[in-house]
């Protein structure tokens, strides 16, 4: 093996790494795997540069610019909603609200219960509603 001239680097030459656009990748929330891809380089390579170059590990990184597109995205959300989507508003206020979808089955059948309803299971309450039914003489194919 013939020795190392003076002066000159041994090895790959440095993957340089364009921070902006690593930003930008985690601000549309990227995987890390992604945007080593896109980077043409290992994770290995990206989390080193990383806390080489800004002196953060990447997944604090990743975290500050995630937040940012979670920022932007809930801003666009509103904005949708506000401009009248029904189906923004909606979804909105089941997620942040905890509104709902009401069900309501109603019925002029009479069913005795003798333990508290949340001791029964669904198919003791299928059982009893069709029992009920039977009773009034109304048979089950008949109500749907």
């Keep these: 093996m013939a020795a190392k001239k003076p002066g000159k680097k041994m090895g790959r030459p440095r993957k340089n790494v364009d921070w902006e656009s690593v930003a930008e990748m985690c601000h549309i929330h990227c995987t890390e795997e992604e945007i080593a891809s896109l980077c043409k380089c290992s ?13 953060l590990t990447f997944a604090q990184f990743s975290r500050q610019n995630r937040a940012g597109g979670k920022q932007s995205l809930r801003r666009r959300q509103y904005t949708i909603a506000n401009a009248g989507d029904k189906t923004m508003l909606i979804w909105l206020g089941k997620q942040w609200l905890g509104q709902k979808d009401q069900s309501r089955v109603e019925t002029d059948a009479k069913v005795t219960i003798d333990k508290p309803l949340s001791e029964y299971t669904a198919e003791e309450l299928d059982a009893a509603y069709v029992a009920a039914m039977n009773k009034e003489g109304k048979n089950e194919s008949n109500t749907r």
């Excluded at 990383?50 to 002196?55: D, H, Q, V």
Aim: include cysteine; aromatic fraction near 8%; charge should be negative.
């Design 43 to 55: 994770i290995d390579t990206l989390q080193r540069r990383c806390f080489e170059e800004t002196g």
